[in-house]
């Protein structure tokens, strides 16, 4: 006899369709937007309306540039996407050493934080997030085309 697996439960499957909506849009749309940048924004974008909690998403892209070393670009609701880029050398930086970036980079795995309460943070940028009200962070490294690059979500929504 044949078995269903169980139906998740109601906010799961919500859940799940927001998911795919999104893969849906990246697949049938966002592929086709002429830059890397319209396509970030616009993920980003139909993430919130979505209702994914997200205040920041920042994306940390290595480059194969003869100028640069990568770029660096943070989203947030209602503002200009912040575009940054990063000159060769930057890996040997305390900047960078001492950031969220290098720390993904180098456990090849997603870290996060929780940034209420008063415990000490071992990065900088989590604490300039704490003081502007942010409570969670994650990163998580991606690999493309054998560079290790990084995405980060910050939320200010407790849970």
Known sequence: ??????????????ERERVW????WLIRDGRFLPSN????????????????????????????HPQYRGVSRIWR?????????LDHGIEKTAMYIESPV????????RLEW?????????????EEL???GYVHYV?????FEGLVNAISWATKQPG
Do not use: Q, W
């Open 1 to 14: 006899m044949d078995t269903l697996a169980p139906s998740p439960p109601p906010g799961r499957a919500h």
């Open 37 to 64: 940048n319209e396509l970030f924004t616009g993920f980003c974008e139909r993430m919130a309306a979505a209702g994914i909690p997200i205040g920041r998403v920042s994306l940390h892209l290595r480059a194969l």
């Open 77 to 85: 609701p209602g503002e200009p996407l912040s575009e940054r880029f």
């Open 21 to 24: 909506a999104l893969a849906d």
């Open 139 to 143: 990163i998580s490294p991606f690999a």
């Open 114 to 126: 929780r940034l209420d309460g008063n415990r000490p943070l071992p990065y900088e940028t989590l």
């Open 130 to 132: 704490r003081e502007e």
């Open 102 to 109: 290098h720390a993904v980079a180098e456990a090849g795995k």
